[in-house]
């Protein structure tokens, strides 16, 4: 796998299946945060008030106001 990472240009010996992050991560020794993850519950929050019209501000999400069926 070829990259650069801050202007330096860097070839990985990993397999071409290996996620980026844990290349990075086991090879160069860089911790690196999963991207989507903290993204996901403001996505679903959005869902839900798109959907009903509700906000929820806390989490977990639970709700006794929404009716799931």
Do not use: C, F
């Amino acid at each position: 796998m070829k990259l650069t990472l801050n202007g330096k240009k860097i070839y990985l010996d990993v397999s071409p299946d290996t996620p980026l992050l844990w290349a990075v991560r086991d090879n160069l020794g860089l911790i690196v945060d999963e991207p989507g993850l903290p993204l996901l519950a403001p996505a679903v929050v959005n869902a839900i008030y798109q959907a009903t019209g509700k906000w929820l501000r806390k989490l977990p999400i639970d709700s006794p106001e929404l009716q799931w069926s």
